[in-house]
Nanobody, 118 residues
């Protein structure tokens, strides 16, 4: 019913920037809360940034001031602009969509690798 696909990951040096994109295939994109999570091997998945259907945003303390989440309801996309990247930002980044009605189901993309290294 809902499919998410991330893109934009890659290898970047410390201090560099990347922009991740997530394409939402389905209906009623504007009614979903959207978020980016990340996960390193052996670690729990953690919330990086979120944006609600109403446009409210929140960020993990570790990325405040460096990352910016945004959404384009005309294109059914959500983006994560990542600046001043650090080695600790290395992880697989996942796009998440949560419906705000019915059973409030979560949908996940396949993930995109971000590696910050010299």
């Amino acid at each position: 019913q809902v499919q998410l696909e991330e893109s934009g990951g890659g290898l970047v040096q410390p201090g560099g920037s990347l922009r991740l994109s997530c394409a939402f295939s389905g209906s009623r994109f504007s009614t979903y809360n959207m978020a980016w999570y990340r996960q390193d091997p052996g670690q729990q998945r953690e919330l990086v940034a979120a944006i609600t259907s109403g446009g409210s945003m929140n960020y993990a303390d570790s990325v405040k001031g460096r990352f910016t989440i945004s959404r384009d309801n005309a294109k059914n996309t959500v983006s994560l602009q990542m600046n001043t990247l650090k080695p600790d930002d290395t992880a697989v980044y996942y796009c998440n969509a949560k419906e705000q009605t019915g059973f409030r189901r979560n949908y996940w993309g396949q993930g995109t690798q971000v590696t910050v290294s010299s």
